[in-house]
């Protein structure tokens, strides 16, 4: 089992042991109520599809977390849809201790004609992250792998009785390593608290059940003790779901990655 304090890029390792199969091996403390962080568990899906056809980047990852993922070893199996002249399509299947507990669909795509390029979304207008301290996230009040991030935000708290559920801010790994690819920006974006917490004025359990996830950008460039910008917001609630929409930009203003989840406000 790996050090808790390891690199982030080494806890994302799978080990190949056969045709689209890869072992796999989570650390411990790095808890998120009954499982472990689900952006362990989505980097570990990237990492093994990547592995599929290394020379076509990830362009979505659909994935359902189905049960809580625990510290110890676990199995990533693949299997292909289709494999195009462009784009594979591939499925993988994450188990552990005799059951599925997730599974995502990867689309894989080689480079296209690049004449239409561009981003509609304005980068957000956050505080300069050296301006702010950095949060203490552990419990009670946060889940245990809290602290081995670097939270800073000047806006909304969570559990401060805020008028909107969102969330902005900066957001980095305490130890990265030396990877900073697909895999990492799932991570990472995945570690925010949910929006809705803005809202609460005590703790309460919530689950990611399914994620959705495209990697936009690289970090060819970026200062790699500088943090990612972090900004989501939730865009309903219904029934005890909440759809949240997340964004991943680099300090220079790059967006890297675009997540959308779907999280389960369970009591």
Known sequence: MPEPTAPLDELLSVHPRGPGRYDVDFPDDWHQGRGLFGGLVAGVLVRALEHHRPERALRSLTAELCGPVQPGP?????EVLRDG????TVTARLEQGGGVQAHA?????????????GVHLDA????DWRALESLP????MGPRFGRY????TDAALPFSDAPRPAATGWIRPKTPGVRRDAPFLAACIDAWWPGTYAQETAPRP????????????DCEGLDPAAPFAYRARVAVVRQGYAVELRELWGEDGRLLALNQQTICLIK
Request: positive net charge.
């Open 85 to 88: 002249n462009a784009v594979s």
């Open 206 to 217: 919530m689950a990611t059940i399914a994620f959705t996830f495209q990697p936009l950008g």
């Open 137 to 140: 996230i552990s419990p009670p």
């Open 74 to 78: 676990a199995t990533v199996t693949l």
């Open 124 to 127: 957000p207008k956050l505080t």
């Open 105 to 117: 669909v990867g689309v894989l795509g080689s480079a296209r004609a690049p004449e239409r390029d």
């Open 149 to 152: 991030w670097d939270f800073r």
